[in-house]
């Protein structure tokens, strides 16, 4: 009986190819778009993640100044560190894995008759290990380099790229400035940051000689710090805390005039964000999913029009109101669903095309595709039941009389 009724269902939608077409195309609009936006954003979601994993684990960052002013710098109101903060960081507080006194300017590269517009970085060997940043290949800073200031660098993948291409920079000498530094090593890539910069696009040399040779003074703009073990993380940003107030002689009352900021908290806050956006969005999408149900019970109410003679005929000749009903009830729930299938097609099918060319990750989830088409059967099931109940509770002898 129930497979009957689908054939016969199958058979009206192919007698009104065109209409029926019309009628799912708010289903198919709406659920490809449910299914893209949701997918594009869990893929976002994904590549934040990733993004701030990339800047190290369990790392904290320490800037002057009360507030967080992005990858670039500190506060100028504030004072900047010195190396014997960071050296007293590292003694003195326990858990910890790795400290690293940064100090950055902007710069030019050039090697030969190439020149390269980027940023130089003056650190120890410990801001490897805090940004969890292996090299590619060549060598780490001595400790004598560290010690005496040497001209050497290690070259971010971008810079190396854009001075060499393929050549190994290993033993060539650039120009920073007035500074001519050996090449003693090249790091592996690491892309985009969450912040929209490029990580690679760098040039890592010693702390002292970054201080002596082009910054002229001992500031530290920012401190790395690598914990031990996320479990004590906040215990240890306590601790940082109490040792930096008492060493730049904060009083008790006064504000910080640094911050110590968690990357895992920025990961979850822009995380947050993402998701939320995908759930507005998702919903969004899901309102046409609510305009094409309405345009299958405008459609399936003129085929009711339509066929009010030959469903007085089938009820005159011993048809139950239940059989019609379920007759029109199928006819609407094939076309939703019909629909739903075609829109799960297109939403993948945009999702991956759209993912590659935002250079984001693709993020199969089955359970929004599995939702999506169920939601588009749902729709036919509400909305077509009202037309195929008026059609069931047509009077045979005033349906046989319609012209």
Known sequence: ?????VQLA???IRRNVLRSSLTILGIVIGVAAVIALVTLGRGATLQVTEQIASLGSNLLQVRPGQGFHGPGGASASADPFRSEDA?????????IRAVAPVTSRSTQAIYGNLNWSTSVTGSTNDYLTARDW???SGRSFSDSELRAGSAVCLLGATVKKELFGNMDPLGASIRLEKLSCQVVGVLQAKGQSSFGSD??????????TMQRRIAGNNDVSSIFISARDRATIDKTKEDINKLLRERRHITAGQEDNFNVRDMQEIMATLTGTT?????????VAAVSLLVGGIGIMNIMLVSVTERTREIGIRLAIGALGSEVLLQF???AVVLSTFGGVVGIILGLSGAALAARALAMPFVLSPQIVVVAFLFSAAVGVIFGYFPARQAARLDPIEALRHE
Do not use: C, H, Y
């Open 134 to 136: 292996p090299l590619q």
């Open 10 to 12: 199958q058979r009206e």
């Open 87 to 95: 050296e007293a960081l590292s003694r003195e507080i326990p858990g």
């Open 275 to 283: 998701k939320i956006l995908t759930t507005l969005l998702g919903a």
């Open 199 to 208: 990580q690679d696009d760098f040039i890592l040399i010693p702390l002292r």
């Open 329 to 331: 009830l199928v006819e």
């Open 1 to 5: 009986m129930l497979w009957e009724t």
